[in-house]
């Protein structure tokens, strides 16, 4: 079983930056592709982006592409997503997820409790 703990999340001013932390536990970090997904009020849960369990690939929704970057750092069981040049749409609530290859469409085994995000305008 694993647990995942978001932390980060702030209010920030459109056209700011942000960059939020998950930490894992309870499971073998480096096995796991890892993502990050997002809610906004009345919508729906949507992915955000996703890195390989090694960190050598990563992929990106069209709406965050080029602006926001998922990292990870398996000696510290931890997947970052810096967010940059954010716009009043980014405003949500944003998981961490652990899973497979197929993380991005929504498979998920593992997630966390989610952190705020909020951007003003």
């Known amino acids: 079983q694993v647990q995942l703990v978001e932390s980060g999340g702030a209010l920030v001013q459109a056209g700011g930056s942000l960059r939020l932390s998950c930490a894992a536990s309870g499971g073998t970090f480096s096995r796991y592709f890892m993502g990050w997904f997002r809610q906004a009020p009345g919508k729906e849960r949507e992915f955000v982006a996703r890195i390989s369990w090694n960190g050598g690939s990563t992929y990106y929704a069209d709406s965050v592409k080029g602006r926001f970057t998922i990292s990870r750092d398996n000696a510290k069981n931890t997947v970052y997503l810096q967010m940059n040049s954010l716009k009043f749409e980014d405003t949500a609530v944003y998981y961490c997820?652990?899973?497979?290859?197929?993380?991005?469409?929504?498979?998920?085994?593992?997630w966390g409790q989610g952190t705020q995000v909020t951007v003003s305008s």
């Open positions: 997820a652990a899973g497979g290859y197929a993380l991005s469409t929504g498979t998920v085994p593992y």
